[in-house]
């Protein structure tokens, strides 16, 4: 069974507005790891949060992670067009990779 | 340099047939990932494998058979297709650095269907 969820399964928001997406996950985990995936296209690594980090900032990109209760979330700000994309969350335990079903983001111009 | 490249980008099977995707990466990477998605799903992990002549499981092993001859290439068979392994194929490869320190790089896809 995957290993993350992500919530919600679809977003749609209008260019400028800021995307939270959610991804809960139910074991252990080294590092939780965010990807992004146009239509018909291979997934393209956003950002990392290690197990013993809180949060991170990647550009318009931010991460949080509660390990205690096991979720992490990606925040994207003041979305374009060019953000619409799926976004999927991937937990890393041993290198055991298991990704998540993925929000599917659209941001309208 | 190319990244990581699979070939065949498209593939139609006959039910009981076989045949081999093949994954290359050109970055001496040690770990390579085969994963499988299918639509509305995130990927699923077949099989991996953490150097050369290295394999394992991983949550969806069974149908596929996996080979690492070579640093560089890491090559997934089906022996006897089936419908249910219709789908989109991906590999990765990544560095060997500390647990939690490296990431994943993807290859296109194949998108393979049984009929």
């Known amino acids: 069974s995957q290993q993350g969820e992500e919530d919600p399964q679809a977003l749609s928001i209008q260019e400028g507005e800021n995307a939270t997406m959610n991804c809960s996950y139910k074991t252990s985990i080294n590092n939780l790891q965010w990807y992004r995936q146009n239509s018909g296209r291979g997934l393209v690594h956003l950002i990392l949060i290690r197990s013993n980090e809180r949060e991170k900032h990647s550009g318009r990109l931010r991460v949080t992670l509660d390990t205690s209760k096991k979720s992490s979330s990606l925040l994207i700000t003041a979305s374009r067009a060019a953000d619409t994309a799926s976004y999927f969350c991937a937990t890393d335990f041993n290198n055991d990779m298991r990704f998540g079903a993925g929000t599917r983001l659209t941001v309208k111009p | 340099n190319a990244g990581v490249t699979q070939t065949p980008k498209f593939r139609v099977l006959k039910t009981g047939q076989s045949m081999t995707l093949l994954c290359a990466q050109d970055?001496?990477?040690?770990?390579m990932y085969w994963y499988r998605q299918d639509p509305g799903m995130g990927l699923r992990l077949i099989h991996y494998s953490v150097g050369e002549g290295t394999t394992a499981k991983g949550e969806v092993p069974d149908g596929y058979n996996v080979s690492r001859l070579k640093k560089q290439n890491f090559l997934l068979g089906l022996e006897s297709a089936a419908p249910s392994q219709t789908s989109v194929y991906f590999c990765?490869?990544?560095?060997?650095?500390?647990?939690?320190?490296?990431?994943?790089?993807f290859g296109p896809g194949t998108r393979l269907t049984v009929l």
């Open positions: 970055m001496n990477h040690e770990y």
């Open positions: 990765a490869s990544r560095t060997r650095g500390g647990l939690g320190t490296d990431t994943q790089y």
